[in-house]
Nanobody, 117 residues
Framework: QVQLVESGGGLVQTGGSLRLSCRVS????????MAWYRQAPGKQRESVAD???????YYADSLKGRFTISRDNAKNTVYLQMNSLKPEDTAVYYC???????????WGQGTQVTVSS
């Protein structure tokens, strides 16, 4: 059974930073595309960033330069470093694992990020 456990969310002031972590168990992590999505209140879930098993990355255009996705295959963990946070970054952030890059993959339970103005 594949399990994803996110951590690292919380309350931060505008301009602050947070680092989210997502540990995966029960899957071939090294060959999985890993991704972060977010969902703000009243809005659809949106893609934040992806990283393939080979380390190629994708970012939503609006987040380039502020967010960085990375992975540690030895720890079966993917990270999202978020800098210069803005109130509009407030959302529940979800981790997604896609073995073989096949949608929809598996989801974590989400971690709340709140950015105060």
């Amino acid at each position: 059974q594949v399990q994803l456990v996110e951590s690292g969310g919380g309350l931060v002031q505008t301009g602050g930073s947070l680092r989210l972590s997502c540990r995966v168990s029960g899957s071939s992590f090294s060959i999985s595309t890993m991704a972060w999505y977010r969902q703000a209140p009243g809005k659809q879930r949106e893609s934040v960033a992806d990283i393939t098993g080979g380390g190629s990355t994708y970012y939503a255009d609006s987040l380039k330069g502020r967010f960085t996705i990375s992975r540690d295959n030895a720890k079966n963990t993917v990270y999202l470093q978020m800098n210069s946070l803005k109130p509009e970054d407030t959302a529940v952030y979800y981790c997604n694992a896609r073995p073989g890059d096949i949608f929809p993959g598996y989801w974590g339970q989400g971690t709340q990020v709140t950015v105060s103005s």
